[in-house]
């Protein structure tokens, strides 16, 4: 699977947008970007995930840039509840899915 | 809730003694994966299943670890022996499909393993 590159950590006021970026430089033309997230004491949650074009779903907006080598999560309006560890994980298939560190977010009120 | 339920929520345990954990998949759900995840860390593969069949496992998962999905349904996974090392969240997940049929993984919150 490509690697991802993801901020260790982040802020983000309560009531804004979050905006959570990984970076997947090597990303084949078949692998899929999955975004999961782990609250505390919790096992991780599937958020979204897309291949080519952008995604949005009750929970958030996946935004892939046209080289695929970047995409951003996007949390329209950030509530505590959503403070977690965010995973960004590109998967191809026949592979398991490789969860990296991720990006610890803080929502603060 | 018909989400992935494992149990127990926690173990206790003391070097040298066996553990066993369950895992009870989302209905239908013929995948069936175990992870484990230490503190700090993202979650590891450990092995995953397609019915009964177990199709892969890690070099992470030793000669002191067993996996079972006797039925196809529920799956249990089995530490003998147990080290401090093994001290970690064992976290299972199940799937419809593949995730290369827009199946996501959905997991359970884990058990939580302590090796004193």
């Known amino acids: 699977d490509a690697k991802t590159t993801q901020p260790t950590s982040m802020d983000c006021a309560e009531g804004r947008a979050a905006n959570l970026p990984c970076n997947h430089s090597?990303?084949?033309?078949?692998?899929?970007v999955y975004w999961y997230r782990q609250i505390h004491s919790q096992g991780p949650q599937y958020i979204i995930h897309?291949?080519?074009n952008n995604e949005t779903n009750e929970m958030a907006s996946l935004i892939i840039t046209e080289d695929r080598k970047s995409s951003t999560l996007i949390l329209p309006h950030a509530t505590l509840r959503d403070t977690a560890v965010y995973y960004c994980?590109?998967?191809?298939?026949?592979?398991?899915?490789?969860f990296g560190g991720g990006t610890r977010l803080m929502v603060k009120p | 809730d018909t989400g992935v339920s494992q149990d127990p929520r926690h173990k206790i345990t003391k070097r040298g003694q066996n553990v066993t954990f369950r895992c009870d998949p989302i209905?239908?759900?013929?995948?069936l994966y175990w992870y484990r995840q230490t503190l700090g860390q993202g979650p590891e593969f450990l092995t995953y299943?397609?019915?009964?069949?177990?199709?892969?496992k890690s070099r992470l998962l030793s000669d002191r670890f067993s996996a079972e999905r006797p039925k196809g349904s529920f799956s249990t996974l089995e530490i003998q022996r147990t080290e401090q090392g093994d001290s970690a969240m064992y976290l299972c997940?199940?799937?419809?499909?593949?995730?290369?049929?827009?199946?996501?993984?959905?997991f359970g919150n884990g058990t939580r393993l302590t090796v004193t």
């Open positions: 090597t990303i084949s033309g078949n692998e899929y």
């Open positions: 997940a199940s799937s419809l499909g593949g995730l290369s049929d827009n199946s996501p993984l959905h």
């Open positions: 994980i590109v998967y191809s298939a026949g592979n398991m899915l490789t």
């Open positions: 299943f397609q019915n009964e069949a177990q199709l892969e």
């Open positions: 209905s239908e759900h013929n995948r």
């Open positions: 897309g291949l080519k």
